[in-house]
T-cell receptor, first 115, second 116 residues
Framework: AQSVAQPEDQVNVAEGNPLTVKCTYSVSGNPYLFWYVQYPNRGLQFLLKYITGDNLVKGSYGFEAEFNKSQTSFHLKKPSALVSDSALYFCAVRDLNQAGTALIFGKGTTLSVSS | GAVVSQHPSRVICKSGTSVKIECRSLDFQATTMFWYRQFPKQSLMLMATSNEGSKATYEQGVEKDKFLINHASLTLSTLTVTSAHPEDSSFYIC????????????FGDGTRLSIL
């Protein structure tokens, strides 16, 4: 079975500081990993994805994520946080070997960036 | 590109009413569409997966007679909450994906359903 863990309910950072939102996953096959962001009463916006290749993936709005196979992690990072980055962030996974299946989401992490 | 439109954005209705939510992929053909339900401050719970022209596959614990899903075309899927009750109040989000391969899922803006 696939699963995603986001160990932090909330992450607080000051504007201009680097941020990290943690994610670990479990799949039986090869992982297909995503990060999405959700603003209040809105759907999810795609940030970035990892399938294969370079372990450091760059995405929208200056975000990046690092795939670590040995630690089964896919942490989201940004070198310098903005107040406008404050939102709910979801990590999601799908087993690459199970085509057609839906993404499974973590419980989400609320990012709060203070000015 | 890859825009998913979900309508309506908000519904408030009386208990016993049936409510239909539409999900359209505006600029791509969605081979597969997904319906999720989100409770306050919680993750998205997958309700069902639908492929165009086929019956939807429901997740365990989701009542298929309660949540009717129709995926009649490659650009439209509908979710009908039949005889809705207050416990059905939630945020419903649809998602669409082009093809079966390594394509991301794109999400609508969600529908806030409130049953009085």
């Amino acid at each position: 079975a696939q699963s995603v863990a986001q160990p932090e309910d909330q992450v607080n950072v000051a504007e201009g500081n680097p941020l990290t939102v943690k994610c670990t996953y479990s799949v039986s096959g090869n992982p297909y990993l995503f990060w999405y962001v959700q603003y209040p009463n809105r759907g999810l916006q795609f940030l970035l994805k990892y399938i294969t290749g370079d372990n450091l993936v760059k995405g929208s709005y200056g975000f990046e994520a690092e795939f670590n196979k040995s630690q089964t992690s896919f942490h989201l990072k940004k070198p310098s946080a903005l107040v406008s980055d404050s939102a709910l962030y979801f990590c999601a996974v799908r087993d690459l070997n199970q085509a057609g299946t839906a993404l499974i989401f973590g419980k989400g992490t609320t990012l709060s960036v203070s000015s | 590109g890859a825009v998913v439109s979900q309508h309506p954005s908000r519904v408030i209705c009386k208990s016993g009413t049936s409510v239909k939510i539409e999900c359209r992929s505006l600029d791509f053909q969605a081979t597969t569409m997904f319906w999720y339900r989100q409770f306050p401050k919680q993750s998205l719970m997958l309700m069902a997966t639908s492929n165009e022209g086929s019956k939807a596959t429901y997740e365990q614990g989701v009542e298929k007679d309660k949540f009717l899903i129709n995926h009649a075309s490659l650009t439209l899927s509908t979710l009908t909450v039949t005889s809705a009750h207050p416990e059905d109040s939630s945020f419903y989000i649809c998602s669409a994906r082009k093809g079966m391969g390594n394509q991301p899922q794109h999400f609508g803006d969600g529908t806030r359903l409130s049953i009085l």
